[in-house]
């Protein structure tokens, strides 16, 4: 299974622990609200709560891209505050795992 196919059952299931195997123990996460990042274990801990919240939900995924270096992905997310984001995703991977996340997102109407 690639990583973006156990990344898309995790999120299908709402299983966090499925998801969350997918990171790097070094693992970084880059915000496109303000380029703060997070580490494995606090980005882990956000996407958990994401999947347990049932305001939160996750459309129209699709891989644009993926081999053994890089996973590209774009989805609209919509978020408990009603807002919607086109949300596209850059992921670095090393040894089988994303070892690095950036996502840059539009706001949509």
Sequence with gaps: MSIYEQRNKAIEDNDADLFN???HDDFIFVSHMDG????????AEM???MMANDSFEIHNMRCL???SD???DH?????PDNTREAVLAYHEIKDG???RTE?????LT
Excluded: K
């Design 70 to 72: 890089v996973l590209i």
């Design 47 to 49: 996407f958990a709560g």
């Design 36 to 43: 703060s990042s997070m580490s494995r274990s606090e980005a």
């Design 97 to 99: 795992m994303v070892i």
């Design 75 to 79: 989805a609209v997310y919509h978020f």
């Design 21 to 23: 195997d997918t990171l």
């Design 103 to 107: 996502t840059g997102a539009t706001l």
């Design 65 to 67: 891209y993926e081999n």
